[in-house]
């Protein structure tokens, strides 16, 4: 199997010939090269792929994040037999960690820049996180496609003060349960486009400053806290006026206010869930009323959504049937794989 694993990713993933591939399973069966993330990223040089298995049991790594790695997990919900994560604990970049890329993992903890390290480049698809992303002071841009935030109404992410220009962040068919805190800091080009936000008992936005925030879909509260902002064509489930006052500065253009997205499954109020299915049913006013053409929302736009939160980079393994378990010495072991290209919507 671990064969077939490395054989899909040698397939799936855009890697130089002089980069290697490096499978990663903690698990006690799990056979891949590596048992743990610190053994393959001591073993990695900048460039290499690292693929997790996954497991119940976090991966993790000693001291900090310091090589410009592509690491590919399984998912977040992906769409498979024996559904387990890639899970990563304690996480924290250094310089050298500029040009790093994550498919598929889930983040337990919180992701973050080391002190004194600045101008990481960043890129994250298809991950979640489960507490929070500390930029504190980086110069660098980080990008995140098709992730989900998952902390609920409490910090999704968090930039720390005022007198440094920090990050470019950039947000793509995202899905936040929580906020944001921007520190006030006037060097942040903020870019939120066909995102999600459901934070419902708390301000989605705090000192947040010199955002565009287009196409996305505001379900559960109003968004303010935000100064020098641009708004164009969102849409916001609740009442108030594009755009929003008290801040300054703010602009608007071609805004949906309080009205329905018809949702095919969602009632007001609701954080994600699994269960519930954010596509726009006939009538939605959101269908075609995007900047770009597209539906306002997470399945517009060019970047793509999957609610199964599957890597795009490389086919899924769907399920393993293994034929005849009893074999005679020497015999032969039948293995029937079902894999598929990644689920895009």
């Known amino acids: 199997m671990n064969k077939v694993l490395l054989s899909l990713g040698l397939l799936g993933t855009a890697i130089s010939l002089q980069a290697a591939i490096l499978t990663v399973s903690n698990l006690p069966a799990g056979g891949a090269q590596?048992?743990?993330?610190?053994?393959?990223?001591?073993?990695?040089?900048?460039?290499?792929?690292?693929?997790?298995?996954?497991?119940?049991?976090?991966?993790?790594?000693?001291?900090?994040?310091?090589?410009a790695l592509v690491v590919i997990g399984t998912g977040v919900f992906p769409d498979k037999d024996n559904v387990i994560n890639a899970k990563i604990s304690?996480?924290?970049?250094?310089?050298?960690?500029?040009?790093?890329?994550?498919?598929?993992?889930?983040?337990?903890?919180?992701?973050q820049v080391a002190y004194a390290f600045t101008g990481l480049n960043l890129y994250f698809e298809a991950c979640q996180f489960n507490s929070y992303v500390d930029v504190n002071y980086d110069q660098g841009t980080w990008t995140f496609v098709n992730c989900l935030f998952e902390q609920d109404n409490y910090y999704n992410?968090?930039?720390?003060?005022?007198?440094?220009?920090?990050?470019?962040?950039?947000?793509?068919?995202?899905?936040?349960?929580?906020?944001?805190?921007?520190?006030?800091?006037p060097g942040i080009p903020?870019?939120?486009?066909?995102?999600?936000?459901?934070?419902s008992s708390t301000a989605i936005f705090t000192n947040v400053r010199g955002a565009t925030i287009s196409n996305c879909i505001f379900a559960n509260r109003f968004p303010e806290g935000v100064t020098n902002t641009t708004f164009l064509n969102n849409l916001?489930?609740?009442s108030g006026t594009f755009p929003p006052a008290g801040g300054g500065g703010n602009s608007a253009l071609?805004?949906?206010?309080?009205?329905?997205?018809?949702?095919?499954?969602?009632?007001?109020?609701?954080?994600?869930s699994?269960?519930?299915?954010?596509?726009?049913?006939?009538?939605?006013?959101?269908?075609?009323?995007g900047s770009d053409g597209t539906d306002i929302g997470l399945f517009g736009g060019s970047t793509g959504f999957n609610l199964s939160f599957e890597p795009q980079n490389a086919p899924v393994v769907r399920r393993v049937l293994i034929q005849n378990p009893t074999i005679s010495p020497n015999g032969i072991?039948?293995?029937n794989v079902k894999a598929s290209t990644p689920r895009s919507n």
């Open 34 to 67: 590596y048992s743990t993330l610190n053994a393959a990223y001591t073993a990695a040089s900048p460039g290499d792929t690292l693929m997790l298995q996954g497991s119940n049991t976090a991966y993790s790594i000693t001291g900090q994040w310091n090589k």
């Open 274 to 289: 699994t269960s519930r299915d954010y596509h726009l049913q006939a009538g939605s006013p959101a269908i075609g009323a």
């Open 254 to 272: 071609s805004n949906i206010e309080n009205s329905n997205p018809l949702f095919v499954n969602f009632t007001s109020g609701q954080l994600f």
């Open 90 to 111: 304690s996480f924290q970049f250094a310089g050298g960690g500029s040009g790093s890329k994550f498919y598929g993992v889930v983040f337990q903890s919180v992701v």
């Open 333 to 335: 072991l039948n293995v």
């Open 236 to 238: 916001c489930a609740v």
């Open 190 to 199: 903020w870019l939120f486009d066909h995102c999600l936000f459901l934070a």
């Open 157 to 185: 992410v968090y930039v720390n003060g005022s007198s440094y220009n920090v990050a470019g962040l950039e947000f793509r068919n995202c899905v936040f349960d929580g906020t944001f805190l921007g520190g006030n800091n």
